[in-house]
């Protein structure tokens, strides 16, 4: 290897290792499933799963920025959450807590939590997921009666009516199917 490489190569590992140190998931992780992690971080917390998923589907938390996951997990708020009471005993509530900051979107490789990261950096926290500009964009030309009208779907909240991969974390166009209107693409 000449200098030159060997000083270009140094420089791209250090480059890396400081980037790694940024993010929770390890760099062996991050190399192996670069292929797979266009999506978000599947949900790995078996408290936050069930806890979480049983009014819909269990949002991953690579969805919205650690912000966000305070607000909403804070014990007053989830009395009223959207309206419905989630409320968790605090031993349960804490490890929610810890486990959805941990694995926030700005603290994550995978593409669609680094893009949401970036959009929400500034600004407010937004509540709902459905709510962040970059999602709305792109479920902006489904009409109504596929997703409020209809009785398989009922709200753009509930991911995986129409993303068929949504608990794996894969949000791609071509794995959608709308219920009752297969030929919507
Ligand atoms: C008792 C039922 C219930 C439980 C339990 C529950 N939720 Fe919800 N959640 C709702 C309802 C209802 C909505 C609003 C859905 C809609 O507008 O269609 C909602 C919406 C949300 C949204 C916004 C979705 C969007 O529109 O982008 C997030 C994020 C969320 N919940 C996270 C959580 C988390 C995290 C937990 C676990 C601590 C949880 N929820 C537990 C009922 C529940
Ligand atoms: C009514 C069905 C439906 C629901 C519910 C829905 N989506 Fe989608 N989503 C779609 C369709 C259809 C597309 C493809 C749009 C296109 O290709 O123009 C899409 C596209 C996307 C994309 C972009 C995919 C890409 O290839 O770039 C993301 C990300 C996404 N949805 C996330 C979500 C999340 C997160 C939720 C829940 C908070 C959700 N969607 C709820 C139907 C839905």
């Known amino acids: 290897m000449s200098n030159k490489f060997k000083i270009i190569a140094l420089v791209?590992?250090?480059?890396?290792?400081?980037?790694?140190?940024?993010?929770?998931?390890?760099?062996?992780?991050?190399?192996?499933?670069?292929?797979?992690?266009k999506g978000v971080k599947p949900v790995t917390d078996k408290k936050y799963a069930k806890e979480c998923g049983e009014c819909h589907f269990a949002y991953q938390p690579g969805l919205l920025p650690a912000k966000s996951w305070e607000k909403l997990l804070d014990a007053k708020a989830l009395k009223n959450h959207f309206g419905?009471?989630?409320?968790?005993?605090?031993?349960?509530?804490?490890?929610?807590?810890?486990?959805?900051?941990?694995?926030?979107?700005?603290?994550?490789?995978?593409?669609?939590?680094?893009?949401?990261?970036?959009?929400?950096?500034?600004?407010?926290?937004?509540?709902?997921?459905?709510?962040?500009?970059?999602?709305?964009r792109v479920h902006h030309e489904i009409p109504e009666k596929m997703i409020k009208g209809n009785k398989d779907v009922k709200s753009l909240s509930q991911c995986n009516a129409c993303h068929t991969q949504a608990a794996k974390g894969v949000f791609d166009s071509d794995t959608v199917s709308i219920p009752n209107y297969p030929d919507f693409d």
């Open 12 to 37: 791209a590992s250090a480059l890396l290792m400081s980037s790694v140190a940024h993010a929770r998931e390890s760099t062996s992780e991050w190399l192996i499933s670069f292929e797979r992690m």
């Open 84 to 136: 419905e009471n989630a409320e968790l005993d605090e031993a349960t509530l804490q490890d929610i807590q810890a486990y959805a900051a941990e694995n926030a979107a700005e603290t994550s490789w995978y593409k669609r939590s680094r893009k949401i990261a970036a959009a929400t950096a500034n600004g407010p926290a937004p509540l709902r997921i459905t709510e962040l500009r970059y999602i709305s």
